[in-house]
Each structure stands twice: as C-alpha cells, then as structure tokens.
C-alpha cells in the first residue's frame, strides 16, 4: 500500500513507521507463497496464510482464478514504447535488453515455469491471465507494430498480432519446448537469428 | 507387440486371439493411465498397475523420468519429409495438415495440456523429452530447411533451427500463451500468417 492508500484507510505514515502492506498486498503474497511451496490454492489457504478475511479478498477478486493471475504477474510491469523511435532497435531493447521488464525475467524462472504449469493445468486461469496480463504487456509492442506499418516500414497487410505471436513465439518455444535458458548466450542468439528473420519477412 | 514379436517370444498368434500386449507396452499404459489421471508416477505405481515386475522396467528404462517420456510420447509419429517436393508446401503440410503425425493431435489436447504441465514441473523431464522425440521429429523439418539453403532457395547464412524454433514458436504461443485451440480457423490463420512472414524473411 503506499502512502498516499495508507493516509486515505486513515493509518499513520512517517519515517519512523515501516510501511505496513495493505490487505491486497497480503493476500498476493499469502497465494505466492502457496505457489512457490507447490501448495493447492484454495480460499481457506490463502485466508489463513494471510490473516485477512474471505469478505477482503472476495471484495479485490471475483474468483480465486483473478486472484492467481494476479500473483503471478506480481512483480511484472507493463513496459512503455517510444514507437517514435527507431522501431527495430525499440523492439529489440523491448525483447533482449529490458528483459526486467518485457518479460519479467527479474522474476524469478521458478516461477515462470510454476505460472506455465498452473496454466496448462487449469485454462480459466490461463485465459484470465491472458486477458488481464499478457494482452495488456503486449500492447505496446502492437502500437509499435502498427507504426511500423502506417509508416510504411512493413507490408501494408501485414498482420500485426501474428507477427507478434512469432516473435514471442520464440522465446517460449526456448523456455517450453527446449528447457533452455535465456541467459544463455547460444539461446539468445538463436531468438536474435530468428526475430533477424522476422523482421526481413515483416519488409515491404 | 507385433505378431513377428510374438512368434519371437514363443507365444502363439492367429485370427483367433487377441494381441496381447507386451511387457514394455503394459508398462507404458499403465504410466498413462497415472499421467492422464494426475496421479504421481512412482515406480511402486506403475508396477501395481502394469503388473510387471520392477526388473522388467529398468531392463527397458534407465529412469522413470525416460519412461514418462517415452509414455508421453506415446500413439505421436516421426513424420517422413520429401525433401525433392516443393518445399513451402512440404513444410506447410507438416505444421498445419499432417497435424496427427507432424504434432500428433490425435494424441488428444488434454495430454499435450498435461505433457507441458509435467515438463515444466521438471526440467529433467522436459530435456529427456527433448533429447529422445522433439529432436527427431524436428529432423525432417530440419533437412527440408537445408535443402532449401543447398538449393539457394533460402539466404546462405540462415541459421535453419531458429527459423524452426520460429515455426513452431508460434504454434506453441497460441497453446501455451493464448490458450487457443488449434482447431479454431482464427487460430490456424494466425499461424498461417506467421509462417508467410517468417518463409519471407528466409529468402534471399
């Protein structure tokens, strides 16, 4: 909770007080550490573990599904895009250098390979995630996309989510399909190869 | 177990007897039937449930971890790729006609949902799946590619397996990011597109 939350609930703030988390915040961080100890998420669990009511967490989620998508982009950001800037050089910084926050690789790979088994085990979640996450982080590489196309860098047909899919699409298949490692610099450079590829095909 | 198999072992074959399956392929359903059940896979288990001996499995496996893979890759194929053919559309029916070989979808979603799910649990897993089916499936893929590049059909220095990883990058990302089904014409047509970018930027 920030300061300004903790002023409006009526708590005092100051230096002399460690800032005390909020009860959405205690709540995510009683479902991540459920998570991470391979525990089943259920209301009760995460009540317990939490010291907040079920009446908190069920006024902040619809679902225990919302709630675990959210914990588990806990930590990710939505990156911004200067899609003024030189397009290829944005969505390369985008992909490889601001890994942080592109991918959220500053979270940890446990729990990116913990999200990827939660999901495929559970689809509701998947999509809840796709909806309120990813679609919303990928947002700035379509915009970028898309000015790529109405200034004339791309073919005009060029559809733009497809070409995303593939980018990305590679990056996962290292991390789904090869249990590679990213920081690897043969994995990066095979995702460069590629997005190299990409891009050509994206030309006029 | 084949009939030349039977024979083999002594036993008898004819019309009027039912295949009886062998010991290795006893062993490989009753790990299915674990896996397809979310039950953990012990070797306590999979003997009570194949009803072969311990023996009997490590003389076939080293580990449980290569028979879960080699059940996992249970009834998917190693599709043959003509080489001499056109190879856009050789490569076209691989990723999106010869669906039930090339990426084994008569092996139904739930266990593809559940192979990703195990693999990401276990990175030992996913790389012994990795090393004994993904690489050989990818093979003939692959030498199309090559031949592609022989042929002067494609840039000299393409590096082939990232543009793969690209292919089927894209494949993956509806599954395990969009949580599309394959199935789905708008899916299929995004992956279509992808190719048509990525198979643009290959040339010379």
Not at 85 to 107: I, N, P, Q, S, V
Not at 109 to 125: G, T
Request: hydrophobic content about 40%.
């Amino acid at each position: 909770m920030t300061a300004e939350a903790e002023r409006a609930a009526g708590r005092p703030t100051g230096p002399g007080r460690p800032p005390e988390p909020g009860h959405d915040e205690k709540i995510i961080q009683a479902t991540l550490r459920l998570i991470d100890q391979d525990k089943p998420v259920t209301v009760n669990a995460v009540v317990a573990g939490s010291g907040v009511s079920r009446a908190a967490l069920y006024r902040r989620w619809n679902s225990l599904t919302d709630l675990m998508a959210d914990a588990l982009n806990h930590g990710r950001a939505t990156p911004e895009v200067d899609i003024t800037d030189d397009l290829k050089r944005t969505l390369l910084e985008m992909l490889f250098e601001r890994l942080d926050e592109a991918r959220g690789m500053g979270y940890p790979q446990r729990r990116f390979r913990k999200r990827l088994e939660l999901v495929m085990a559970d689809r509701d979640l998947q999509w809840a995630y796709w909806n309120s996450h990813v679609t919303r982080r990928r947002h700035g590489m379509i915009e970028a996309l898309r000015a790529g196309v109405d200034r004339g860098e791309f073919r005009a047909d060029l559809d733009v989510e497809s070409a995303l899919d593939a980018m990305l699409g590679v990056i996962y298949y290292q991390l789904v399909v090869r249990g590679a490692d990213l920081a690897d610099p043969e994995t990066e450079q095979r995702c460069r190869q590629a997005f190299d590829v990409i891009w050509r095909g994206m030309g006029v």
